[in-house]
Nanobody
Framework: QVQLVESGGGLVQAGDSLRLSCAAS????????MGWFRQAPGKEREFVAAISWGGGSRWYADSVRGRFTISRDNAENTVYLQMISLKVEDTAVYYCSAASRAVDRRPMDYWGKGTLVTVSS
């Protein structure tokens, strides 16, 4: 079983940048696809980004492509989400996720508890 803990959320202004981290424990995630999802108030959880086991493949939601970058450091058992040019509509709880497979465009087998990102105008 893998445990995922997100960090790095906070209150920022529109146009600012923020980097989220997801630290995994319990076992290595170097063989697992990883991802980020988010859930805004009153809305369903939605896909944000995913990355394959080695980082060779990455996928993004249209709404964040070009502004968000997912990356991973398998030696540190950590996944990151670098967010730039943040918008008010990016406000949400951001969840880290892991897949049981090495390649998965929507990794949803394991979840963290989330970190809140609030973007003010």
């Amino acid at each position: 079983q893998v445990q995922l803990v997100e960090s790095g959320g906070g209150l920022v202004q529109a146009g600012d940048s923020l980097r989220l981290s997801c630290a995994a424990s319990g076992r290595t995630i170097s063989n697992n696809a990883m991802g980020w999802f988010r859930q805004a108030p009153g809305k369903e959880r939605e896909f944000v980004a995913a990355i394959s086991w080695g980082g060779g493949s990455r996928w993004y939601a249209d709404s964040v492509r070009g502004r968000f970058t997912i990356s991973r450091d398998n030696a540190e058992n950590t996944v990151y989400l670098q967010m730039i040019s943040l918008k008010v509509e990016d406000t949400a709880v951001y969840y880290c996720s892991a897949a049981s497979r090495a390649v998965d465009r929507r990794p949803m087998d394991y979840w963290g508890k989330g970190t809140l990102v609030t973007v003010s105008s």
